[in-house]
């Protein structure tokens, strides 16, 4: 028996964290069994990769680790965090909620390659990380939508405008643009469900967004 794997994507700031941490209340509090995870973990040593890429150790632009090699940094870490965190939930039938998951790494890394090999590139990925790691592939992935632009904005905010405390992704604009064009055609060709974060140029209220995934959750999860 397998469980249910539901994965929250985004932009940074996009309110990944606070949407699966509410979506896990409200599964419980129907009376269902569920787990919250999140990528990367930090807290692990299995993501010391991925810090030292983060922090800029193999180069200070995104671009300087290929997006091969940064996958497999993002991809060791899920895969010791399920060996060891959520499996035995999973196996025995229950619903797993995951802050960021390999859909991040479809995001993030073919905005390093040409639009001309990003279906390769998604080819290998998946292949890769549900196929030859054996992690879960997701039941339903929900991308929040907010523009790029406004993502920085809500990134100042987060860091108080302290530029410091960015990592190489956050700090690079022109990644990011390119990251949000990724996910658009991720989203098409995966049919990944979209929510809308914005409107006439503002942030929806939080609670508004919640109501919306629970909406596109009411007949996928009973």
Known sequence: MSGTLIVIEGLDGSGKATQSELLCTYLKNKGMSVKKVSFPCYKSESSALVKMYLRGDFGENPGDVNAYA??????VDRYASYKRDWKEFFESGGIV????????????QCSKLSKEQWDSFLGWLFEYEYRYLGIPS?????YLRVDPAMSQGLLCERYQGDESRKDIHEKDVEYLMRSGKAAEYCVEKLGWRVVKCCEDGKIRSIWEIQEEINGILEDFIR
């Open 138 to 142: 997701p039941a339903i992935t929900i």
């Open 70 to 75: 940064a996958s497999s940094f993002y991809a």
């Open 97 to 108: 909620i995951a802050d960021r998951y390999t859909t991040s790494n479809a995001v993030h």
